[in-house]
């Protein structure tokens, strides 16, 4: 589960909402601390929560479907 802050407009989130409504296989790149992992993977879920003058947050599952490949980050 990748944990965020739920912005509606971010194009990655959209991207993420739209994998998992139609079902189909994305391709990722998680980069942290010059590290980055590319995979492609199903999203079965996105949870959302917040409300009236609060934060929105989320909750992206990934189904890693094939190899994940680790690399420097540029």
Do not use: H
């Amino acid at each position: 589960k990748i944990s965020v802050n739920y912005i509606v407009a971010d194009a990655g989130q959209v991207a993420c909402d739209t994998a998992r409504t139609a079902g189909t296989l994305a391709s990722f790149k998680v980069v942290a601390s010059g590290t980055q992992w590319t995979f492609d993977a199903f999203v079965p879920s996105f949870e959302k929560s917040g409300g009236v003058d609060k934060q929105w947050t989320g909750a992206i599952t990934l189904e890693v479907s094939g190899p994940v490949t680790k690399g420097t980050a540029a």
